[in-house]
């Protein structure tokens, strides 16, 4: 089989770059078309530069990388700088990227790109907030019947909200492009905090990293031992949950995940829960489901496939 095409919507962030790294290190299954930015874990103006660290480091400076949308479609911008670290990939020492940006914005390049392609043959997969997407399918609902399927970190239900009582971060920074998206008819396959939370990296696990002994896999080692100081402290784990690469990780082995398929709403009236996801998991609705939601995974599957793939770089 050849490739599966894939554009990477993102906003660096540690998690996100190794569900980069891991995308950039599986050029057999995935064709990388490009990298769109947005802004979310931290302003635009860093996420476009976090993006090109890590083509950097992966050897890909060949890779296109754009610069999307800096603010939410109709909320003030949250970001997570108490997360990720004022650069969003705090840890390692990093030069300033040395690869240019590429020419045009991200959201002219998804819908020139779902255009150019063969309809059904490219996949997006938004490890940030959906503003871009959103954007796109406003500009272009023609789209939406180019779109493979949309394979999205996001979302909570049994695990709530790690930015709120009720949302997670991603789709409390734009809920109302979330609401875009999820009322699309694309085929989404979500992966909530339910299944990126089983995904930790304890210590026997970076050190796996660190023993690869390359630029990346040190890189990934650094990253995460500065990002899980954060959920330590907060939920008493033995390390940092890896959201981004469960995405990058369902691509490539589908059979590492589990879940159902249901209905999600995304909440944009109330203050109280905005952002939140409303799954019905149990089928208390009539609804029909638009959504395939992960709850459960391999997760010593889900490491051994990212140091087997991250040592290839």
Known sequence: MP????????????????????ALASPGDLEVLGITCVAGN??????????????????????????????????????????????GLDGPDWDD???????????????????????????????????????ALQRAPDIAGRVQQ??????????????????EFNIYVDPQAADIVFNSGIDIVVMPLDVTHKALVTKPRNDAFRALGTPAGVAVAEMTDFFERFDKSK????????????????????????????????????????????????????????????GDLDADGFFALLTDRLARL
């Open 150 to 167: 949309i394979v999205l970190m996001g979302g909570a239900y049994f695990e709530v909200g790690n930015i709120t009582p009720a949302a």
């Open 3 to 22: 490739p599966r095409k894939i554009i990477i919507d993102t906003d660096p962030g540690q998690d996100d770059a190794v569900a980069i790294l891991l």
């Open 97 to 135: 990227p040395t690869m240019p940006l590429a020419e045009g914005h991200a959201v002219d390049f998804i819908i020139d790109t779902l255009r150019a392609a063969e309809a059904g043959t490219v996949t997006l997969c938004p490890l940030g907030p959906l503003t871009n997407i959103a954007t």
């Open 235 to 294: 939920y008493g784990s033995e390390g940092a949950p890896l959201h981004d690469p469960c995405v990058t990780a369902y691509l490539l082995a589908p059979e590492l995940f589990s879940g159902r398929r249901v209905n999600v709403q995304i909440e944009t009236g109330s203050e109280l829960t905005m952002g939140m996801t409303v799954v019905d998991w149990w089928g208390v609705t009539d609804r029909t489901p638009n959504a395939l939601f992960i």
């Open 42 to 87: 931290v302003p635009l103006a860093l996420t476009e530069k976090n993006a090109r660290i890590i083509c950097e480091l992966a050897g890909r400076r060949d890779m296109p990388v754009f610069a999307g949308c800096d603010v939410p479609l109709e909320r003030p911008l949250v970001t997570a700088e108490h997360v990720h670290g004022k650069t």
